[in-house]
């Protein structure tokens, strides 16, 4: 039983249906569904519509999905909702427009086409029940007559203050005076509502074609953008299912989306840690150290390998050999930090997460993003949409793997994720917080699997994050603690906000309970019947 005298919210249980996402809103538009007869996809899309709405710091209809759907005594599958570069997308292009090192996130070419849309209508003509005008009236009416900015909202809000003032639609839409609003606050965005409206009468052709993709479309000429409306209709069928990747762990089945996500990176880290004890005996220091070394080792091969899965250099069954990981895990020391290198033997943020199960056993793992902070910052006043910068993660590296070029898919950060065992479903769970979600995934898991904490107090447990020199720490983690892992070698910094955040659905099959968590790290909570 968790103790009393400590802070933090206790699991939600439930016998029926649960949804935990990371708004309030958002979870009691899902419910409500749910509370309709609306199934997990159903109440995923009225979710994830809802917070497209109220939490645009993280998402929105202008960003990228994606999706893993394990239907009850069915299979897992994986949905692929990540949007393509133009044709006419090169490195050479690129660096004749003036870039040279990366793609800053306000320029247009940091804007793929979004494949948010996509994934949503191909996901609800194939497995949803209800109808989308149903599904997106929670979204439309906060949209249309505003919704009350929360907390954690207000603070994401007020980081990005001055992308927001650079961009002069997006000032408009999401500044006041100068100013993000304040916790507390009402704010609206008519212009989304119209063409949430528009997609939920006449499905992904009201975004990808007419009106809205030729504003979107003159919007992003008007930048310098590369984007075309034949780049924009193919965006309407850019969703596509694909083979989710898997891995074991310590006897449960690991469900990912392939790349061009990072899921496979969230495997790597699992089956290197698979090789120590990471009970509840062992101490903190350790367990952070060691969640640190195959962290480091897999985010390397993760910036030098993955990208579109049409241009690995290795496909994703060899990154998770046997072999491969038995090298990497020698690479671990229990006694000293190590420089990441790349395996060699044999031939990088802001984002919502929900998921679902209903009263069927059906299981939704959803993920939606704009990448960073507002995305580009680049914001369309006719159609209400906010442009991601997924783009950015692409390299102007001419043969890398994630090197940009025509109709190509960018490493993506967001990962949903899926735990099985004995071919059943177990948890659908995600993390959110960009670069961070595949080792948030890792840690998760290993401290419900490793050290048997129940969802909610795997999600509340401190947070630590290796990455690009740095082990990024939360203040829960004590001065002792820090103290062990700077005397291994260690360059800990505390951590400038929150590290991520989580939601997860745990199915108690024997006695027919759900348990689900949502992160206090946001405004969100679980909910079910």
């Not at 994830?48 to 109220?54: L, N, S």
């Not at 898919?409 to 071919?423: A, Q, S």
């Not at 720490?473 to 004590?478: A, F, G, K, R, S």
């Amino acid at each position: 039983m968790r103790d009393l005298f400590r802070p933090g919210r206790s699991p939600m249980l439930a016998p029926n249906a649960a949804i935990a996402t990371s708004h309030p809103l958002s979870t009691a538009a899902g419910l409500a569904v749910l509370r309709e007869g609306g199934n997990a996809v159903d109440a995923a899309i009225a979710a994830v519509a809802t917070q497209c709405v109220v939490e645009p710091a993280m998402t929105g209809i202008g960003g990228d999905c994606f999706v893993l759907y394990a239907p009850a005594g069915g299979e897992v599958i994986a949905l692929n909702g990540s949007g393509r570069a133009p044709k006419a997308a090169t490195v050479e292009a690129l660096k004749s427009a003036g870039l040279t090192d990366e793609i800053p996130q306000m320029s247009p070419h940091s804007v793929t086409v979004p494949g948010a849309i996509s994934a949503w209508t191909k996901l609800h003509a194939d497995h949803g029940s209800l109808p989308l005008d149903r599904l997106f009236r929670d979204a439309i009416a906060y949209a249309e007559s505003g919704y009350p900015v929360t907390q954690r909202v207000a603070y994401d809000w007020a980081k990005s203050v001055d992308a927001l003032s650079q961009d002069e639609g997006a000032a408009a839409a999401y500044l006041f005076a100068g100013a993000a609003p304040r916790a507390g606050a009402k704010v609206a965005n008519p212009a989304l509502a119209a063409t949430l409206k528009a997609i939920a009468k006449d499905g992904a052709s009201a975004f990808y074609a007419g009106a809205v993709a030729e504003s979107l479309v003159a919007r992003l000429k008007a930048l310098g953008g590369l984007h075309t409306l034949d780049d924009f209709a193919a965006g309407e069928t850019v969703a596509d299912y694909v083979t989710p990747i898997h891995a074991n762990y310590r006897g449960y089945d690991v469900y990912e989306c392939p790349p061009n996500g990072q899921g496979v990176v969230a495997l790597m880290i699992l089956n290197i840690l698979e090789g120590f004890d990471l009970g509840p005996d062992i101490s903190e220091a350790e367990r952070v150290h060691l969640h640190a070394e195959a962290t480091k080792l897999a985010y390397h091969h993760r910036d030098h390998l993955i990208g579109d899965i049409d241009h690995l250099p290795h496909p994703t069954a060899t990154l998770l050999a046997a072999d491969t990981i038995a090298s990497l895990r020698r690479r671990v020391s229990r006694e000293t930090a190590q420089e990441a290198t790349l395996w060699t033997e044999p031939e990088h943020q802001d984002t919502v997460y929900l998921c679902v199960v209903d009263r069927d056993g059906n299981a939704v793992s959803f993920i939606n993003s704009v990448f960073k902070s507002f995305g580009s910052a680049r914001h369309d006043p006719k159609t209400g949409v906010l442009l991601h910068n997924r783009g950015s993660s692409f390299r102007l590296i001419e043969g890398h793997p994630n090197a940009i070029g025509p109709n190509k898919r960018p490493m993506h950060t967001i990962i949903p994720g899926m735990l099985r065992k004995d071919g059943e479903t177990v948890a659908p769970f995600g993390v959110m917080g960009g670069h961070y979600q595949a080792a948030g995934q890792a840690a998760l898991l290993s401290g419900i699997i490793d050290r048997g904490l129940d969802v909610q107090a795997a999600i509340d447990a401190p947070r630590s994050f290796s990455f690009d020199g740095v082990l990024e720490v939360e203040p829960t983690i004590d001065r002792e603690t820090v103290g062990e892992l700077e005397a291994l070698g260690h360059a800990v910094e505390p951590a400038a906000g929150p590290i991520g955040g989580a939601q997860a659905i745990w199915i108690d099959r024997e006695a027919g309970v759900l348990h689900a968590g949502s992160d206090p790290r946001k405004d969100g909570l679980a909910l079910g019947f």
